[in-house]
C-alpha cells in the first residue's frame, strides 16, 4: 500500500528544506494539479510522531480560502510525504527580499491574515506562529496562512494554553510569560508581522533573539514609526500590540478598523509577486533548481549477509515469517524498493539451518560489513554550473542586510525546543546536499553519470518495462519483454555509466529524426539547459503515447496533459484529428529552440 | 420573549436531527438532508459551547444533554460519522466532547448524566466510536472522542472486552466476566487491522488510542494481558512489530517496551522475556537498517538480557550469540554519543553478556 500513493505525484524541483525535511513542487499525475509536498523524514525525528500528528490534525481540519489546503499525507519507506496546496507566489519573506512593502499592499495582506485568524480562532485553534515567513501568496495575489507546526486545538473554546511556542521576535508577551493565553497571541504576532511588512525586519531585529525574549514583556510595546505610513496604518499595528491580551482586539473587531476596511482587492499584490519575480530573476536565481532525487536504495543490497545464528525453529515464528513473505510478496517487481527492509524476516528456517553450516564464513563478513546502512534521499544539482550557484532562497538570504538576526528568527521557527526550521527559510545548512550526497554513492558508483544511469534505471526505465508489459497480453511478447527487461537490470547493476551513455545516445538518435521527434516533448521550455535525458524520459506525455500506441484508454496521464494546454505539442482529448497538425508544429518549435539553444542538441 | 423562542426550537432539534441521520443511511441522499442536517449539528454545537462572546446557557445546555440522552441520540451519530459533510464531523466532535463531559448543575458529586447513560445502558456508542476507524472521514472525530472518553476505566474495559459482531447487543459492563479468555471478535482486536492497514492518518490516530488504551488503567490492563497474553502478543508481535509501515513498527516497539516495563504489568513482562522466539524478533530489529528502529529495539532487548531468571531458550540463543553479540553491541548506534543512560545501559548489557558461559559445543 505504502509507495503506490507515493506513484501518484511527481516531483520537479525544491521549494525549500530546513531541519525537518524537504519540500518540493510536485504534480499529482491523476489530475494535473501542482501541489507542494513536504517530506519529513523520520528517522531523524528523536520525538514521538505525535507532534507531526498533531499538526496534520490541525490542518486537516481546516477548510478555508485563507488557510493552505491540506491534501492527504502517507508514508515513503521512513519518510512522511505531506501533500498541501501549491502557492507559486512565494512567501511573505520571499516578498522582503526585494524591499519593504508599500502600506496599501500591507494592508491587504493583514485584511486576509485577519480573515485566516478569525477562522481559525472561531474554530479553536491558535496558530502560535504568524509571521513573514509562514505567510504564502498565490499567483493570483491570494493570501495564505501556512505551517502549522506548533498550531495548537483547543477542545474547549475558553481554555488556555501555557506551552512556549513561536519565534522570539513575533512572541506575545503572554506567551513569553507562560501565564497562560490564548488566540490574542496571534492578534499580537500579526501586529509584528505588519511591521515587518513595513520595514522588512521586525522590532528588535538587531537583539540577540534570547534577549529579546527578557525584552518583551518589560520594554513597552513597539510602535510603528516614520513619516510615510498613515495614521490609520499606526493606529492597526497600535491595536494588535496592546501588551494586555483582554484588551487586545479580536481578529474579528480588527476587520473593522480603518486601515483594513479601505484595503484594496487581493489581485493587487500581483504586482508583489511580480516585482519578486524580477527580482528573482535578475539576480539570476531559480536557474539551477534542484530536482528531486529518489532514494537510491540499491546499496542496502549489501545487508543480509550477517545475522544472528537461531538454532532452534519454533513453529510459531515459522507461521510469523511465512506471513511477511505473503505480505511482501507482491512487491517482487519493485526488487530495489523490498530489499533489506523485509530481509530479516523474509528468511526461511531452511535459510537459518543452512547458516548454521557456513558458520565461520559468517563470522568473517560479520566483521566486513558495515553496521548500518541509512537510505537517504540525495539532492544533486543537476546543471553543469551547479556547484557554485546556491538555491534562490539560499542566496537571496545571504545577499540580505541584516542576516544574522533575520537569519536566527525565521529559521528557528520552534521553539518546539528550538529544533524546527521553518518552511521556508534555507539558511541553516548550506551545505546539506553536498554531504548527503557523499553519504549516498555507493563506492562502485562514484561518477555522476553512473548515478544519472541508476536514476534513470529506478524512475524510468524499470517502470517504463514494468508499465509495458502490464499492458502487454501475449505470451510471446510478454516473454520477449521480460528478456530484454532482466537483459536491462544486469546492465544496470554492472554498468550504470553504460547505461546512462546508452541512453543519451538514445535520446539523442531521437531527436535528431525529424518524425521521431514528436515522442520528444520538452515540458519546461524556459530553462532549456535542464538535464535533456532525464525530464525528457521522465515526461509522462511520452506514457501517455505509448499507452495510446498500445491501445489502452487513456487515462490520468490525459487529465494532465489537457491542463497543460498552454504549451505548444499538445493535443486535447477528442480532438485527435488535429494530432498531425500539432505534431508538425511541435517538431518545428523543438527546431526552433535547438538553434537557440545549440547546447541542448 | 427571545428566551421563550429558543427554548421551543431547542426542544426540536434533536428529533428531526435523528430522523435526518436515518435517511443518510439510505441512498440516495439528497443535498438538502445533508445541509439541514448540517444546520442542526452547527446549532447543537452552538447551545453547548456557546461563542467567543457569549456564554451557553446552563439551562439549555441541560435541557439539550438530556434530550439527547432521551433520544438515544449518540448512537446514531457515531454510526453516521462518516456520512457526514466535512464540517460536521467537526461540529460532531464537539458535541460529543461536550456532551459527554457535561455535569449536573448544582451537583457535588459531578455526575456526568451523558457518560453514565452511555456506560450502563448504551456501551454501543463506544463500540460504533470505535468503529470509526473504517472510514478516513471519521478516524480522526472518533479518535478525539474516544480519548477523551478513555480517560474514564469502564470504556476500556466496553472496548477490550467486547465480544460482539457489529449490531448485536454487547454485553453491559456488570456482565463482563473479566476472567474469561477472548475471541478475536472483538472489537478491540480490530485496532490491530486498522494500524496496520489504514491510511496514515487512520493508523496514526487508531495507534494513539491503542496506546490509550493499553496504559491508561494499569490493573486492567494487567489482567486483560495475563488472561489473553498468547493471542495478544501472537499478533502484536507479527501485525504490528513486523509491520511494514514505518511509524507503526517504530511505535509499536516502543509502546511493547513501556508496557514490559510497566510494575504492573510485572507478570506479563515475566513471560514475555521467557520466550526464545521473542528474543529473536528482538535481536532482528537490532539489525534493521533503520537507526530508530534499532534504538526502540534495544529497549526491549535489554529486558532480556538484564532479566536474573533467563529461561533456558532464552540463554541458549544468547550463548550461542555470545561472540556476535559481543563485537556488535560495542560499535551499535555510537554515534549516539550524548545518550548517557543508553551509553550506560549498553555497557551494563556487554558486562551481562561476558558473564555468560562461552559456547559449549
Known amino acids: 500500500m505504502e509507495g503506490s500513493a507515493a506513484s501518484q505525484y511527481r516531483l520537479l524541483e525544491e521549494l525549500g528544506s530546513g531541519s525537518f525535511g524537504v519540500v518540493y513542487k510536485g504534480i499529482e499525475i491523476a489530475t494535473g494539479e501542482i501541489v507542494a509536498i513536504k517530506h519529513i523524514d523520520l528517522e531523524s525525528t528523536e520525538d514521538d510522531i505525535?507532534?507531526?500528528?498533531?499538526?496534520?490534525?490541525?490542518?486537516?481540519?481546516?477548510?478555508?480560502p485563507w488557510v493552505t489546503q491540506y491534501k492527504t499525507s502517507f508514508l515513503k519507506g521512513h519518510k512522511l510525504w505531506i501533500v498541501m496546496e501549491y502557492l507559486g507566489g512565494g512567501s511573505g519573506l520571499d516578498l522582503l527580499q526585494s524591499g519593504p512593502l508599500h502600506e496599501s499592499h500591507i494592508a491587504i495582506i493583514c485584511r486576509e491574515l485577519l480573515l485566516g485568524l478569525d477562522y481559525l480562532h472561531r474554530e479553536g485553534k491558535i496558530h502560535r506562529d504568524v509571521k513573514a515567513a509562514n505567510v504564502l501568496l498565490a499567483e493570483t495575489g491570494k493570501v495564505k496562512l501556512a505551517d502549522f507546526g506548533v498550531a495548537a486545538q483547543l477542545t474547549n473554546i475558553k481554555s488556555q494554553r501555557n506551552t512556549f511556542v513561536g519565534t522570539p521576535f513575533w512572541m506575545a508577551p503572554e506567551v513569553i510569560e507562560q501565564s497562560g493565553?490564548?488566540?490574542?497571541?496571534?492578534i499580537w504576532s500579526l501586529g509584528i508581522t505588519a511591521i515587518e511588512f513595513a520595514n522588512a525586519e521586525p522590532p528588535n531585529a538587531s537583539t540577540h533573539p534570547m534577549k529579546v525574549l527578557f525584552l518583551i514583556p518589560k520594554a513597552p510595546a513597539p510602535r510603528l514609526e516614520g513619516e510615510n505610513f498613515s495614521r490609520d496604518f499606526k493606529d492597526f499595528v497600535a491595536a494588535c500590540l496592546v501588551k494586555d491580551p483582554d484588551r487586545r482586539p479580536t481578529a474579528k473587531e480588527l476587520l473593522q478598523y480603518r486601515f483594513i476596511r479601505y484595503a484594496g482587492r487581493s489581485e493587487c499584490l500581483q504586482e508583489l509577486v511580480q516585482r519578486r519575480q524580477t527580482f528573482d530573476h535578475n539576480n539570476e536565481r531559480n536557474a539551477h533548481p534542484r530536482l528531486y532525487e529518489e532514494t537510491l536504495n540499491t546499496i542496502s543490497n549489501l545487508k543480509d549477509t550477517d545475522n544472528w545464528v537461531f538454532d532452534t525453529i519454533k513453529a510459531p515464528t515459522m507461521v510469523t515469517q511465512k506471513h511477511t513473505q505473503q505480505l511482501s510478496g507482491h512487491k517482487t517487481t519493485k526488487r530495489r524498493r523490498t530489499s533489506s527492509k523485509n530481509a530479516t524476516s523474509e528468511e526461511t528456517p531452511e535459510d537459518l539451518l543452512s547458516r548454521l553450516t557456513l558458520e565461520d564464513k559468517q563470522q568473517k563478513s560479520i566483521l566486513s560489513t558495515p553496521m548500518t546502512i541509512r537510505k537517504v534521499t540525495t539532492q544533486r544539482r543537476v546543471s553543469r554550473t551547479a556547484s557554485s550557484s546556491a538555491t534562490k532562497r539560499k542566496a537571496s538570504g545571504q545577499k540580505l542586510p541584516l542576516e544574522p538576526s533575520m537569519n536566527f528568527g525565521n529559521s528557528v521557527s520552534a521553539v518546539r525546543q528550538f529544533r524546527r526550521v521553518s518552511d521556508h527559510s534555507l539558511r541553516m545548512l548550506p551545505n546539506l546536499s553536498m554531504i548527503e550526497r557523499d553519504e549516498n554513492q555507493p563506492p562502485e558508483t562514484a561518477s555522476k553519470e553512473a548515478l544519472l544511469g541508476r536514476r534513470a534505471y529506478n524512475k524510468v526505465i524499470d517502470p517504463a518495462f514494468q508499465e509495458v508489459f502490464a499492458q502487454t497480453g501475449s505470451q510471446i511478447q510478454r516473454e520477449a519483454l521480460s528478456k530484454i527487461a532482466h537483459a536491462w537490470s544486469g546492465l544496470d547493476q554492472d554498468d550504470p555509466e553504460g547505461e546512462y551513455h546508452l541512453l543519451r545516445a538514445i535520446i539523442s538518435k531521437i531527436q535528431h529524426d525529424s518524425k521521431l521527434a514528436c515522442l520528444y516533448h520538452i515540458s519546461q521550455p524556459s530553462s532549456p539547459?535542464?538535464?535533456?535525458?532525464?525530464?525528457?524520459?521522465?515526461?509522462?506525455h511520452l506514457k501517455s503515447h505509448r499507452r495510446r500506441q498500445s491501445s489502452v484508454?487513456?487515462?490520468a496521464d490525459d487529465i494532465w496533459a489537457e491542463k497543460q494546454?498552454?504549451?505548444?505539442?499538445?493535443?486535447?482529448?477528442?480532438?485527435?484529428?488535429?494530432k498531425q497538425l500539432t505534431d508538425v508544429l511541435f517538431s518545428k518549435w523543438v527546431d526552433g529552440l535547438r538553434n537557440r539553444w545549440p547546447a541542448l542538441g | 420573549m427571545a428566551f421563550l423562542f429558543r427554548s421551543k426550537s431547542k426542544s426540536d432539534i434533536v428529533k428531526p436531527a435523528k430522523d435526518l441521520l436515518t435517511r443518510l443511511w439510505q441512498p440516495p441522499v439528497s443535498p438538502r438532508t445533508e445541509e439541514e442536517l448540517a444546520r442542526l449539528l452547527a446549532q447543537m454545537k452552538l447551545i453547548l459551547q456557546g461563542t467567543q462572546e457569549t456564554e451557553s446557557s446552563p439551562e439549555q445546555v441541560s435541557q439539550?444533554?438530556?434530550?439527547?440522552?432521551q433520544e438515544d441520540f449518540l448512537f446514531s451519530l457515531a454510526r453516521s460519522i462518516y456520512l457526514l459533510p466535512f464540517e460536521s464531523r467537526k461540529d460532531t466532535q464537539s458535541i460529543f466532547s461536550y456532551v459527554l463531559r457535561h455535569k449536573t448543575p448544582n451537583n457535588p458529586n459531578g455526575d456526568q448524566p451523558a457518560l453514565k447513560h452511555v456506560l450502563q445502558s448504551r456501551p454501543e456508542v463506544v463500540l460504533a466510536l470505535c468503529r470509526g476507524y473504517q472510514h478516513k472521514e471519521s478516524a480522526m472525530p472518533c479518535g478525539v472522542v474516544l480519548r477523551e472518553a478513555l480517560k474514564h476505566e469502564p470504556v476500556a474495559a466496553i472496548i477490550m472486552y467486547d465480544q460482539s459482531q457489529e449490531d448485536e447487543r454487547i454485553s453491559r459492563l456488570d456482565e463482563i466476566d473479566f476472567d474469561a479468555r477472548q475471541s478475536e471478535r472483538g472489537v478491540f482486536w480490530n485496532f490491530f487491522q486498522w494500524i496496520d492497514r489504514g491510511a496514515f492518518e487512520v493508523s496514526t490516530d487508531a495507534f494513539t488510542t491503542f496506546r490509550e488504551i493499553l496504559t491508561k488503567h494499569k490493573q486492567l490492563v494487567a489482567q486483560f494481558l495475563n488472561i489473553n497474553f498468547d493471542m495478544f502478543f501472537e499478533k502484536y508481535n507479527r501485525v504490528l512489530i513486523q509491520s511494514n509501515s514505518y511509524v507503526t513498527k517504530r511505535q509499536s516497539i516502543k509502546l511493547l517496551g513501556e508496557i514490559l516495563l510497566d510494575r504492573a504489568n510485572y507478570s506479563v513482562m515475566t513471560e514475555y522475556v521467557d520466550r526464545g522466539e521473542h528474543l529473536k524478533l528482538c535481536m532482528n530489529l537490532l539489525k534493521d537498517d533503520r537507526k530508530m528502529v534499532q534504538y526502540e529495539g534495544f529497549h526491549v532487548f535489554k529486558v532480556f538480557v538484564a532479566n536474573p531468571h533467563k529461561s533456558a531458550a532464552v540463554q541458549k540463543i544468547l550463548v550461542n550469540n555470545r561472540e556476535r553479540l559481543l563485537n556488535f553491541l560495542p560499535k551499535f548506534l555510537e554515534d549516539r554519543t550524548d545518550d548517557d543512560q543508553f551509553t550506560d545501559e549498553k555497557s551494563y548489557l556487554i558486562r551481562q553478556i561476558e558473564t555468560l558461559p562461552a559456547v559449549s559445543r
Not at chain 2, 64 to 69: A, D, G, H, P, R
Open chain 1, 565 to 578: 494546454m498552454s504549451l505548444p505539442g499538445q493535443h486535447t482529448p477528442g480532438m485527435e484529428h488535429t
Open chain 1, 50 to 64: 505525535l507532534d507531526i500528528q498533531q499538526e496534520i490534525s490541525v490542518l486537516s481540519t481546516c477548510d478555508s
Open chain 2, 64 to 69: 439539550l444533554v438530556n434530550l439527547i440522552i
Open chain 1, 181 to 186: 493565553y490564548d488566540f490574542k497571541a496571534d
Open chain 1, 529 to 540: 539547459q535542464k538535464p535533456k535525458l532525464i525530464l525528457a524520459q521522465n515526461n509522462p
Open chain 1, 553 to 555: 484508454v487513456p487515462s
